[in-house]
């Protein structure tokens, strides 16, 4: 199996260097017999994060976009991320896609909660508890 980079993601979504974006198409298509690339929890937050400050898409679009790719069978993500109500977390509101993947992860790895001093983290994203 081969795992990819965010910048194989990203460029695959974006389609912002032709070149690039081709290589990524071929790198696909010739990956068939070996299987999915693999993504993990990094990447993905990372997408999420060039998406979103980079190139400035709307968060719903791009967390949207991010998901429905995972979901074929080209790519696959750990066992981690195959979590209760894990696409879910593409649907949250919260700014920091990287706290609702946090919380998600450690709540079904049997966290109660997940405490932070980011008040709106604390406010938005569930199973996360501001330590004061």
């Excluded at 993990?40 to 994060?49: D, L, M, Q, R």
């Excluded at 709307?58 to 976009?65: A, P, Q, V, W």
């Excluded at 109500?85 to 993947?101: A, C, I």
Aim: charged residues 25%; aromatic residues 8%; proline residues 2%.
């Amino acid at each position: 199996m081969l795992g990819v980079d965010t910048s194989i993601i990203v460029r695959l979504l974006t389609r912002d260097d032709a070149r690039q974006y081709e290589a990524v198409v071929g790198l696909i298509k010739n990956n068939k017999s070996r299987g999915a690339l693999f993504v993990n929890p990094v990447v993905v937050a990372e997408t999420i994060w060039v998406l979103e400050r980079v190139y400035k898409t709307d968060r719903e679009i791009g967390r949207k976009l991010l998901s429905e790719l995972l979901e074929t069978v080209e790519f696959v993500v750990p066992a981690s991320m195959h979590l209760e109500g894990w696409s879910e977390w593409f649907q949250s509101r919260h700014q920091d896609f990287s706290d609702v993947l946090i919380a998600g992860i450690n709540r079904d790895n049997g966290c109660s909660a997940t405490v932070t001093f980011d008040r709106e983290a604390a406010k938005s994203v569930p199973g996360m508890e501001l330590l004061s």
